[in-house]
């Protein structure tokens, strides 16, 4: 995943929730500008207010490590 993934998959849930640009920003905190910035990919985004727009929309991000060669059973 990179910040153009992040971007369009933010902006899809929004568009899915029917909000705009301005309604995301006032009920997560951040400017208009930001969210728009975030839904284009700007890779240089803070991941902090990035991280509240994912929780504001019922999104959840999941990490795994792809370097961990251990096998399950």
Same mark, same amino acid.
């Given at each position: 995943? &990179?910040? =153009? $993934? #992040?971007?369009? *998959? *933010? @902006? +899809?849930?929004? @568009? %899915? #929730? @029917? #909000?705009?640009? %301005?309604?995301?920003?006032?009920?997560?905190?951040?400017?208009?500008?930001?969210? =728009?910035?975030? +839904? &284009?990919? %700007?890779?240089?985004? +803070?991941?902090? %207010?990035? #991280?509240? *727009?994912?929780?504001?929309?019922?999104?959840?991000? *999941?990490? &795994? $490590?792809?370097? $961990? @060669?251990?096998? =399950? =059973?």
């Amino acid at each position: 995943m &990179n910040a =153009s $993934d #992040l971007g369009k *998959i *933010i @902006k +899809e849930q929004r @568009k %899915k #929730l @029917k #909000l705009t640009q %301005k309604d995301l920003s006032m009920v997560s905190g951040v400017g208009t500008r930001f969210v =728009s910035e975030l +839904e &284009n990919g %700007k890779e240089t985004c +803070e991941l902090g %207010k990035a #991280l509240r *727009i994912v929780q504001t929309l019922g999104l959840r991000m *999941i990490i &795994n $490590d792809q370097f $961990d @060669k251990r096998i =399950s =059973s």
